[in-house]
Every structure is written in structure tokens, then in C-alpha cells.
């Protein structure tokens, strides 16, 4: 059996701030480098962004700002995020790098030579927000009836993948490795939808400037999907002067994705390797969405809950633990704050805070603070060696959430132990209760050392300050010998004693958040009535116009009455207020700028089809004007 294990995340887009949902895969991700660290295997765990595409094009401009500088911002964001919940990835991709370009090259260059590609025309429909081509079948009044995502129409030259010619390939690996897509269902419906029959896939982009530079053909750009997915590789070396990681850790042991993500995952990918003469990753898996009132968390239904706040209040291994448990990996969940909390004071504050506190604090005032003699009788050493095995089996078939299921059942046993001994009775019983009282309380302390180690994957910040108060800080972390019974030896002095996760006041934190949300929408609406969008500010028609003719409006001091040619044939008649500051002969020849597409109002009774644009200074007005050479009708942006 191999000793490496590589596993990986989807890359992120770069268009939004990461909620829940993207923390997700990283966090059970980063749980299960963990665990392989703990089975001691050499782990390699990878993240990043996924920076290029029309989507990140577009969210850019919306902002007014360069792609790589909205890239940068939440690329700073993520790493921050990353250090917050404590994950121990050991590298971090930007698609933007030079290593990862490098590694698009070569795969290009091998699939190239390998005759899997032609240049052709790619005539039909895209769907920018999951950047993915979709097909005339699947698209229903501009909308695609799969994702409900809308989709656009494009007409470009485009290099073409064979993806056509690998239906029998992919079926087959898919065949002869029933493990290689998890959860099962999940095989079947990639099985399904390869059986289907493949289209040749549109591998560059020739409307778009954001991307990596097709090899050898400056008018393209390498589809964002054939990029984004070479990072698994590029990241190791893979066309790089160092490929020593490529070598070592390639194919990867897990790839962990979204279900959404995962035909680019388990079709795409796969035939891009298997065109280049690559080995293919060990498994794909793809878990389940986190949703809100049931619809799938996301920017564009803007019901996205942020971490920020729940790990400022509760520490981040309290959100890791919630979801690593409440989710059952592979299916939907859905998140609440209700749940959270209750899962706050039952499982942590109760089952694991409690318990700890209360053998801590017995061991401090009975035992001076003193580990006693290792002993095994009683319930809990079965019950710790059951939790490891079931722990050990859940963590290896890819269900978390189970694992820690069983890491809490032995919890229980600790628990309900604790309260059939009544250490505390034991203690006023002479000689003979101490004896006991001893073995009681080395079976506690024992049966938490064990769970400090179980839930290190899960919840490392709190495993850590566990094991500090059982003074168990400088023992073996591992999932072999340190699992056994007795590893605590006698003599041990605890650690000071501090509350691990102090309950929480439901209702009052329910409050809370409300106030929360609260100022929250409000600066959302502030923020909504000073900001526009590109599209918002698109909508508003600017054209030079040219001016013709100027008089004044009778009985009136400010308004002027002008005819202005904006490239129509016809001149238009505007009203402005301007007579008190410009003569009309100073206006006749002048270039101004005119909203073109204002609805008609009367001043005064003129009617006045438009708007021109100035400056105000203290109320008197300064027009806009344009340069001679620029024709009357020219579009003003
Ligand atoms: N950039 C692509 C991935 C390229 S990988 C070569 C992408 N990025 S993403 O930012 O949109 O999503 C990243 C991950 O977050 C995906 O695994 C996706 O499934 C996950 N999630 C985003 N919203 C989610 C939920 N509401 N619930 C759970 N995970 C979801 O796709």
C-alpha cells in the first residue's frame, strides 16, 4: 500500500467571497489529510483559486477594477480563512502563477501530439456563471433548464477536444474501478450520462481575453474548465523544471468536489490525462450542498451564510465540528442556526466539555491533580478500543460524520459511567472507595485522552487544549499505538484546567443574531443605494451631440431652448438650465454630451426630449463638451 496520500479541493472562483458551502470541502478535505497524517502516511493536501474566466471578466468590470486585482483581494481573503479554521494545506494554487500556466502548456502540448485536437467553430450556448457549454437540447428561452442558470449565444473559432472518442475508455475505467466515483449513486449517474453519448468539447475561447494564452495561437485563450482542472498537476511540478512532487504524489489518492463540479471532474478530467498518456486520479468524490430554507447557498440567490460571525462567537473547530457532523457526507443539509447552536451545547459544551471538566476537576480534588495507576476495568476501555475501530473503518469508507458518531458514543460511556460510579461518593469512602475512585477516574481520563486524538482531524485547536489539561500534550499522536489503552501513564500531572466549550444561552444569542442581520441589511441597503452595476450604468444612453440652434425660453431666466443634431437626421429639442450662465450665440457650435434616452418631459411647456450633461459649481451649471473631431451620435461610455 502506498505511503503517500494526495488529496485535493476544487479550486475557487475568484468572483466571491467564500460562505459555508466552500468551506466545506476544504474543511473535510483538510479532516481527512489529518487523518492520514494520524495513520501516518506522507500527505500532500492542496488548495487555491481559480482565477480566470468569463465570470471573474465580468465581476471585475462590474467592480471597475483589473481581474488579477479583484483575484488578489480574495485570494487574501482565503488565505485568512484558511489560517482562522486552522487548515494544513500544504500548498496553494493560483491559476494566475507561471508554475500553473507551464502545466497547461504540457498538457496541451501532450494532448496535441496525442491527435485529440482541431480547430473547428463553436456554434451555441454558454452558461458564464458554472462557465460550462450546454447543449441546444437542454436550453428553454435563454435559460438552461438543468441549472436554471441563464445561458448566452456564441458564435467563435474554437480548438476542439475529441472528448467523443473516449466514451469506451471512460466507461471502462469506470467499470473496472467501481471505487473511483463516491458516493455510488454518483457513479451511476456519471455511467449514465457517459452511455449517453459525448460531444467533442470547445477547449479555447476566442471572446475573451482573461485566461491562459492557447499555446501557439495568441487570438485564443485555454477554456477556464481544461485550465482549472490542470491544477491538480501543475501544482506538483507537472511541465515544470521540479516535477520531484509530480512524481511522488501523482495521481491523486482523493479529489473532493461538490456534486455540482462533478462531471467536469469525473468526464472532463479523466479524458484530458487519459488523451495526454497520464494516470488517472485514485477517486472523485462529490458531497452534498449546503442549503438554506432548501435552496442551494449561493451569491445568486444571496441566501449565503458567512462564517465570520459564527467563528468570531464560537471558535473555528466549532464550526468545523458542526459541519463535518451534522452533514452526511454525500448528501444535502441544511444550515441553521438553530441547529448550530444546538449542537454547540449538546455535543461540545455537554458530551465533551462537561465530561472533561468534571473528570479534570475531580482528578484536581481528589488526586492532587495526579494521573493514577492505569487500570482496565469497567466499560470504557471496550468502548475506547470499539471507537477507534468503527472511527478507523468510517474515516476509510469516506464517512466523516459517522466517524465522529463513533468518537461520541465513547463519550457516552465515560459519561454514564462517571454518573453510576459518583466518584464523588467514592471519595468519603475510606481506603476501599479510593481504590475505586482511581480506577474511575483513570478510565475517564484515559477514554478522553483516546477522544482528543479522535477528534484531532475534526477539531484541532480543541483536541490540542484537551490533551494540554490531561497533560497528555507530549505523547505519541498517532492511530496506532497511541489508540491503545493505557497510554497515559501513571504520575502524570494535568494541565490547568479551563472551560473547553462553555454552554450557550440560546435565546440570547438568537437575539443576537438578529441584531446582527439587522444592521446588516442595512448597510446591504446603503451600500445598494450608493452602488450601480456595469449594467445599471449601461442602461443610461450617452451621445456627443452637436448644437444647432439656442433661444431662450420666454418669461423664463434660466431656460434655454436648443436644437442639438445627435446623429439622428433630425436635430432633437432639449430645455435646459443654462440661460443664466451662457449666452445663446456662446452655445451654437458647441459639442456637448447628451443623455440620449431620457423619457420626454415639458418645461414650462417646451417639450425637452433629453438631458445634457454639466458640471455644477454651487448651482451654475459648466458644460460637458467634447472634441471637435468627434462626430455628433458618437456613443459616450
Ligand atoms: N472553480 C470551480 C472549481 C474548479 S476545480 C478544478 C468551482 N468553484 S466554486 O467556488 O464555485 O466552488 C467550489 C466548491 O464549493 C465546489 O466544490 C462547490 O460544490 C462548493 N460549494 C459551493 N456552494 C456550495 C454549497 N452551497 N454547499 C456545498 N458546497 C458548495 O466550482
Same mark, same amino acid.
Given at each position: 500500500?502506498?505511503?503517500?496520500?494526495?488529496?485535493?479541493?476544487?479550486?475557487?472562483?475568484?468572483?466571491?467571497?467564500?460562505?459555508?458551502? %466552500?468551506?466545506?470541502?476544504?474543511?473535510?478535505?483538510?479532516?481527512?489529510?489529518?487523518?492520514?497524517?494520524?495513520?501516518?502516511?506522507?500527505? %500532500?493536501?492542496?488548495?487555491?483559486?481559480?482565477?480566470?474566466?468569463?465570470?471573474?471578466? *465580468?465581476?471585475?468590470? =462590474?467592480?471597475?477594477?483589473?481581474?488579477?486585482?479583484?483575484?488578489?483581494?480574495?485570494?487574501?481573503?482565503?488565505?485568512?480563512?484558511?489560517? &482562522?479554521?486552522?487548515?494544513?494545506?500544504?500548498?496553494?494554487?493560483?491559476?494566475?502563477?507561471?508554475?500553473?500556466?507551464?502545466?497547461?502548456?504540457?498538457?496541451?502540448?501532450?494532448?496535441?501530439?496525442?491527435?485529440?485536437?482541431?480547430?473547428?467553430?463553436?456554434?451555441?450556448?454558454?452558461?458564464?456563471?458554472?462557465?460550462?457549454?450546454?447543449?441546444?437540447?437542454?436550453?428553454?428561452?435563454?435559460?438552461?433548464?438543468?441549472?436554471?442558470?441563464?445561458?448566452?449565444?456564441?458564435?467563435? #473559432?474554437?480548438?476542439?477536444?475529441?472528448?467523443?472518442?473516449?466514451?469506451?475508455?471512460?466507461?471502462?475505467?469506470?467499470?473496472?474501478?467501481?471505487?473511483?466515483?463516491?458516493?455510488?449513486?454518483?457513479?451511476?449517474?456519471?455511467?449514465?450520462?457517459?452511455?449517453?453519448?459525448?460531444?467533442?468539447?470547445?477547449?479555447?475561447?476566442?471572446?475573451?481575453?482573461?485566461?491562459?494564452?492557447?499555446? /501557439?495561437?495568441?487570438? %485564443?485563450?485555454?477554456?477556464?474548465?481544461?485550465?482549472?482542472?490542470?491544477?491538480?498537476?501543475?501544482?506538483?511540478?507537472?511541465?515544470?523544471?521540479?516535477? =520531484?512532487?509530480?512524481?511522488?504524489?501523482?495521481?491523486?489518492?482523493?479529489?473532493?468536489?461538490?456534486?455540482?463540479?462533478?462531471?467536469?471532474?469525473?468526464?472532463?478530467?479523466? $479524458?484530458?490525462?487519459?488523451?495526454? /498518456?497520464?494516470?488517472? !486520479?485514485?477517486?472523485?468524490?462529490? %458531497?452534498?450542498?449546503?442549503?438554506?430554507?432548501?435552496?442551494?447557498?449561493? *451569491?445568486?440567490?444571496?441566501?449565503?451564510?458567512?462564517?465570520?460571525?459564527?467563528?468570531?462567537?464560537?471558535?473555528?473547530?466549532?464550526?468545523?465540528?458542526?459541519?463535518?457532523?451534522?452533514?452526511?457526507?454525500?448528501?444535502?443539509?441544511?444550515?441553521?442556526?438553530?441547529?448550530?447552536?444546538?449542537?454547540?451545547?449538546?455535543?461540545?459544551?455537554?458530551?465533551?466539555?462537561?465530561?472533561?471538566?468534571?473528570?479534570?476537576?475531580?482528578?484536581?480534588?481528589?488526586?492532587?491533580?495526579?494521573?493514577?495507576?492505569?487500570?482496565?476495568?469497567?466499560?470504557? !476501555?471496550?468502548?475506547?478500543?470499539?471507537?477507534?475501530?468503527?472511527?478507523?473503518?468510517?474515516?476509510?469508507?469516506?464517512?466523516?460524520?459517522?466517524?465522529?458518531?463513533?468518537?461520541?458514543? &465513547?463519550?457516552?460511556?465515560?459519561?454514564?459511567?462517571?454518573?453510576?460510579?459518583?466518584?464523588?461518593?467514592? $471519595?468519603?469512602?475510606?481506603?476501599?472507595?479510593?481504590?475505586?475512585?482511581?480506577?474511575?477516574?483513570?478510565?475517564?481520563?484515559?477514554?478522553?485522552?483516546?477522544?482528543?486524538?479522535?477528534?484531532? !482531524?475534526?477539531? !484541532?485547536?480543541?483536541?490540542?487544549?484537551?490533551?494540554?489539561?490531561?497533560?497528555?500534550?507530549?505523547?505519541?499522536?498517532?492511530?496506532?499505538?497511541?489508540?491503545?489503552?493505557?497510554?497515559?501513564?501513571?504520575?502524570?500531572?494535568?494541565?490547568?484546567?479551563?472551560?473547553?466549550?462553555?454552554?450557550?444561552?440560546?435565546?440570547?444569542?438568537?437575539?443576537?443574531?438578529?441584531?446582527?442581520?439587522?444592521?446588516? $441589511?442595512?448597510? =446591504?441597503?446603503?451600500?445598494? #443605494?450608493?452602488?450601480?452595476?456595469?449594467?445599471?450604468?449601461?442602461?443610461?444612453?450617452?451621445?456627443?451631440?452637436?448644437?444647432?440652434?439656442?433661444?431662450?425660453?420666454?418669461?423664463?431666466?434660466?431656460?434655454?431652448?436648443?436644437?442639438?443634431?445627435?446623429?439622428?437626421?433630425?436635430?432633437?429639442?432639449?430645455? =435646459?438650465?443654462?440661460?443664466?450662465?451662457?449666452?445663446?450665440?456662446?452655445?451654437?457650435?458647441?459639442?456637448?454630451?447628451?443623455?440620449?434616452?431620457?423619457?420626454?418631459?415639458?418645461?414650462? /411647456?417646451?417639450?425637452?426630449?433629453?438631458?445634457?450633461?454639466?458640471?455644477?459649481?454651487?448651482?451654475?451649471?459648466?458644460?460637458?463638451?467634447?472634441?471637435?473631431?468627434?462626430?455628433?451620435?458618437?456613443?459616450?461610455?
Amino acid at each position: 500500500m502506498s505511503d503517500t496520500f494526495y488529496i485535493t479541493t476544487p479550486i475557487y472562483y475568484v468572483n466571491d467571497m467564500p460562505h459555508i458551502g %466552500h468551506i466545506y470541502t476544504t474543511v473535510m478535505a483538510d479532516a481527512f489529510a489529518r487523518y492520514q497524517r494520524l495513520k501516518g502516511k506522507k500527505v %500532500h493536501f492542496l488548495t487555491g483559486t481559480d482565477e480566470h474566466g468569463q465570470k471573474i471578466e *465580468k465581476a471585475a468590470a =462590474a467592480q471597475g477594477i483589473q481581474p488579477i486585482e479583484l483575484a488578489d483581494r480574495v485570494v487574501a481573503r482565503y488565505h485568512d480563512l484558511w489560517k &482562522l479554521l486552522d487548515i494544513s494545506n500544504d500548498d496553494f494554487i493560483r491559476t494566475s502563477e507561471d508554475r500553473h500556466k507551464k502545466g497547461v502548456a504540457e498538457i496541451i502540448a501532450r494532448i496535441t501530439r496525442a491527435g485529440d485536437i482541431y480547430k473547428g467553430e463553436y456554434e451555441g450556448w454558454y452558461d458564464a456563471r458554472d462557465e460550462a457549454f450546454v447543449p441546444d437540447s437542454q436550453v428553454k428561452d435563454g435559460v438552461d433548464v438543468e441549472s436554471g442558470n441563464k445561458v448566452e449565444r456564441l458564435s467563435e #473559432e474554437s480548438y476542439f477536444f475529441r472528448l467523443s472518442a473516449f466514451q469506451d475508455r471512460l466507461l471502462e475505467w469506470y467499470r473496472s474501478n467501481p471505487e473511483c466515483i463516491q458516493p455510488k449513486s454518483r457513479h451511476n449517474e456519471v455511467m449514465r450520462f457517459v452511455e449517453g453519448g459525448l460531444n467533442d468539447l470547445s477547449i479555447s475561447r476566442t471572446s475573451l481575453k482573461w485566461g491562459v494564452a492557447y499555446p /501557439g495561437d495568441e487570438d %485564443h485563450v485555454v477554456y477556464v474548465w481544461l485550465d482549472a482542472l490542470t491544477n491538480y498537476i501543475s501544482a506538483l511540478g507537472f511541465g515544470n523544471d521540479d516535477d =520531484a512532487s509530480y512524481n511522488e504524489f501523482w495521481p491523486a489518492s482523493l479529489h473532493l468536489v461538490g456534486k455540482d463540479i462533478l462531471r467536469f471532474h469525473c468526464v472532463y478530467w479523466p $479524458a484530458f490525462l487519459m488523451s495526454a /498518456g497520464l494516470p488517472l !486520479p485514485k477517486q472523485v468524490f462529490g %458531497h452534498g450542498w449546503w442549503l438554506q430554507d432548501d435552496a442551494k447557498m449561493s *451569491k445568486s440567490i444571496g441566501n449565503e451564510v458567512r462564517p465570520d460571525h459564527l467563528i468570531h462567537r464560537f471558535g473555528a473547530d466549532a464550526l468545523r465540528y458542526f459541519v463535518s457532523r451534522e452533514m452526511s457526507f454525500g448528501q444535502d443539509a441544511n444550515f441553521s442556526d438553530e441547529a448550530f447552536l444546538e449542537r454547540f451545547n449538546a455535543d461540545l459544551a455537554n458530551s465533551l466539555g462537561n465530561t472533561a471538566s468534571r473528570t479534570t476537576a475531580m482528578t484536581t480534588r481528589y488526586l492532587d491533580a495526579t494521573v493514577p495507576t492505569p487500570t482496565s476495568d469497567g466499560p470504557v !476501555p471496550d468502548a475506547a478500543s470499539t471507537a477507534v475501530e468503527k472511527y478507523i473503518r468510517h474515516m476509510d469508507a469516506l464517512e466523516p460524520n459517522r466517524a465522529l458518531e463513533a468518537a461520541w458514543r &465513547l463519550l457516552s460511556t465515560i459519561n454514564v459511567f462517571l454518573q453510576d460510579k459518583q466518584p464523588w461518593n467514592l $471519595a468519603k469512602n475510606g481506603e476501599e472507595g479510593r481504590k475505586e475512585l482511581e480506577s474511575v477516574l483513570y478510565s475517564a481520563l484515559e477514554g478522553l485522552r483516546i477522544t482528543s486524538i479522535l477528534t484531532e !482531524p475534526f477539531m !484541532p485547536g480543541i483536541a490540542a487544549a484537551l490533551r494540554k489539561q490531561l497533560g497528555a500534550d507530549e505523547l505519541p499522536l498517532d492511530l496506532g499505538r497511541a489508540t491503545e489503552w493505557g497510554g497515559l501513564p501513571a504520575g502524570t500531572k494535568l494541565g490547568d484546567a479551563k472551560p473547553l466549550l462553555p454552554r450557550v444561552d440560546i435565546k440570547a444569542y438568537l437575539k443576537e443574531i438578529e441584531v446582527e442581520n439587522e444592521k446588516r $441589511a442595512a448597510a =446591504a441597503a446603503m451600500a445598494e #443605494e450608493n452602488l450601480i452595476t456595469i449594467d445599471d450604468f449601461a442602461k443610461v444612453k450617452l451621445k456627443v451631440g452637436l448644437i444647432k440652434e439656442a433661444e431662450r425660453v420666454p418669461k423664463s431666466k434660466k431656460l434655454m431652448k436648443i436644437m442639438v443634431d445627435v446623429g439622428e437626421g433630425e436635430p432633437r429639442q432639449l430645455v =435646459a438650465g443654462i440661460a443664466e450662465r451662457y449666452a445663446p450665440e456662446e452655445l451654437v457650435g458647441r459639442r456637448i454630451v447628451v443623455v440620449a434616452n431620457l423619457q420626454p418631459a415639458k418645461l414650462m /411647456g417646451v417639450e425637452s426630449r433629453g438631458m445634457l450633461l454639466a458640471a455644477s459649481i454651487d448651482g451654475a451649471p459648466y458644460l460637458l463638451s467634447a472634441d471637435d473631431e468627434v462626430p455628433p451620435g458618437t456613443g459616450v461610455r
